[in-house]
């Protein structure tokens, strides 16, 4: 089981587990309770948020190199005073604000593939990713990454995911926190991240331009303190990281199930060609998109990019009517409830249909691609704004397809990505 989970979380699931409300499982040491029905799930992540806000063992070590006490992986009182810093700079409200910057990184995107020469397959992961790297700089920093840079962390991330693996060993075994744990071959990938996040915090807060950083330089912890330098550094790379990866495996899943439904695929370059008219999408244009959107919360579901969301007790509590101690794993897996056969009708296809307004209501807690509670996504409208933004401006103008003898399959490190390549044909509509 752990090789198997070294080499991809999503194998270690079968077929029986989809349909199970709870699962129960021990690893060496290890007691791990797996919460599948939205009523475990709430009982865990909203009514036990206190005993269960620590994030898992395997997770912090997996990202301490890299974000060290950023948001994503704190908990206590760094995590309380630093969420309320770093929560209100993404929020709704400052939504109009941050969207043009998505629309003109977008606007390059699209001039860029006008010029590929016809039936190339491109790789939609790696340009999805150095896109979503490009809009979280924007939007962070003030100013653009230049596309260097934007490509050396997207890279030097993936490198840093392929080696960190899943399990943490030595928590499995029961040993505690403070051991080292062996991190072979990640330190170069965290430098080279590092000195990029560096250099453009320095420039933000620098440079006079609006920027999100700038608007967490302004507002003050509680007690009336600022953060320090390296707070700011963590909080960046957590923002960086937590707001570029997963929205690019989240379009590059949307594009692949597009290519694979061409009805689907033709009724949202329909709305956006209505809606648009050849020009890019922006914040005003998303009410006039409901299918767009409904493509990507169908997308979320079937392939949530964050498909494990794991917490370590650190008090006793109750779940589903079983006592957790504490030190027990308590995971939500998205992977296993989206597709819960008794939470969704033909819990495997792609039914965007599923989510457009008027659809049937779904269980509440039965869909969380975004996480739930207290500690629940900060970025989730920027996300999905810039996702619908995305698509629908690039999908009325170009048609994308599988490249021949691509073969696709969904990959769990620490987000869930088609493969290491999606290589795709574009061609002008
Ligand atoms: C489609 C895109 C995204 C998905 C699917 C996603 C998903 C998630 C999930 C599931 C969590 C919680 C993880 C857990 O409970 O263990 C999370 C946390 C977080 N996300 Fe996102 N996210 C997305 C985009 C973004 C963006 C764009 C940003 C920033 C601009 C962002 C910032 C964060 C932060 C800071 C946290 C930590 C919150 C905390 O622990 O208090 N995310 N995200």
Sequence with gaps: MLRRARRNFLEVWLAGHFSQPLIQTRVLAQRILVCNSPESVQQAFIDGHEALERKSPQMRHALEPLLGDGLFISDGLVWRERRRVVAPVTHHSRLPELAPVMTSVIEERRDAWRGLPPGAPTDILASMGQLTAEVICAALFGRRLGAGAAATVVEAFRRYQARIGNT?????????????????????????IHAVVDGLVAGALRGGESSLIGAMAQAALPGGQRMDATAFRNEAATL????????????????????????AEARLAGEAQAALRGRAAGWEDLPALPYTRAVVDEALRLYPPVPLLARQAGAPLTIAGEAVAPGTIVIVVPWLLHRNPGLWDQPDHFAPERFLPGAPERPRHAYVPFSLGPRVCTGMGFGLAEAVIVLATLLQEFRLRLAPGARVFPVCRLTLRPGERLPMVLERR
């Design 168 to 192: 943490d060993l030595p928590s499995l075994l029961g040993l505690p926190d403070w051991m080292p744990r062996l991190r072979l071959g990640i330190s170069p990938e965290v430098r080279r």
């Design 240 to 263: 960086f990281m937590a707001g570029h990866e997963t929205t690019a495996n989240l379009l590059a899943w949307a594009l692949y199930l597009l290519s694979q439904a061409p009805e």
